[in-house]
Antibody, heavy 121, light 107 residues
Framework: EVQLVESGGGLVQPGGSLRLSCAAS????????MSWVRQAPGKGLEWVSV???????YYPDSVKGRFTISRHNSMNMLYLQMNSLRAEDTAVYYC???????????????WGQGTLVTVSS | DIQMTQSPSSLSASVGDRVTITCRAS??????LNWYQQKPGKAPKLLIY???SLQSGVPPRFSGSGSGTDFSLTISSLQPEDFATYYC?????????FGQGTKVEIK
């Protein structure tokens, strides 16, 4: 059974840093595509990052240069290092397995329960 | 960036109703379109991928259609557990983007 469990959220001051973790089971992170998706309180969903099985990473402009997605293959873990945090980064952060259908078509087929990050002084 | 616009933003319907939600992309995205369901306080759940493929375990009352810029999600007979918010999402190009959501409420 595929399971994803996030941790590491909490309260951080503007300009601070936080590292989120996602523990995966039931599949191998290193041979999968994995993403982070966030949701600000009362708002919609926003894709934050993806790491391909080959190691390539992509980000939207809103977090590029501040956030870094990575993985630990032997521990089957996914991470999101968040630096220079801003109030607008306040959200629930979900890790999601990202399946590949072919011809560049991807979808998020399994999601964790989310971890709340609050950026406030 | 590709903008995804859902309509309506919310709707009220009764159990047994046929419900259709539409999603329009700001440019052609072929069939690079997925649909998710989210209930309050829960993670999103994949319903439909690549526009019309039903995710394993999802009831067949859910269906998706469309290609290019216009897509739809249809619930053939609304059930009590279907009251939720629904999102479309494109993977045609980075940044991957979601629609703003459609909240389906009980009439």
């Amino acid at each position: 059974e595929v399971q994803l469990v996030e941790s590491g959220g909490g309260l951080v001051q503007p300009g601070g840093s936080l590292r989120l973790s996602c523990a995966a089971s039931g599949f191998t992170v290193s041979s999968s595509f994995m993403s982070w998706v966030r949701q600000a309180p009362g708002k919609g969903l926003e894709w934050v990052s993806v790491i391909y099985s080959g190691g390539d990473t992509y980000y939207p402009d809103s977090v590029k240069g501040r956030f870094t997605i990575s993985r630990h293959n032997s521990m089957n873990m996914l991470y999101l290092q968040m630096n220079s945090l801003r109030a607008e980064d306040t959200a629930v952060y979900y890790c999601a397995r990202t399946s590949y259908y072919g011809s560049g078509r991807y979808y998020f087929d399994y999601w964790g329960q989310g971890t709340l990050v609050t950026v406030s002084s | 960036d590709i903008q995804m616009t859902q309509s309506p933003s919310s709707l009220s319907a009764s159990v047994g109703d046929r419900v259709t939600i539409t999603c329009r992309a700001s440019q052609s995205i072929s069939s690079y379109l997925n649909w998710y369901q989210q209930k309050p306080g829960k993670a999103p759940k994949l319903l439909i991928y690549v526009a019309s493929s039903l995710q394993s375990g999802v009831p067949p009352r859910f269906s998706g259609s469309g290609s290019g810029t216009d897509f739809s999600l249809t619930i053939s007979s609304l059930q009590p557990e279907d009251f939720a918010t629904y999102y479309c999402q494109q993977s045609y190009s980075f940044p991957w983007t979601f629609g703003q959501g459609t909240k389906v409420e009980i009439k």
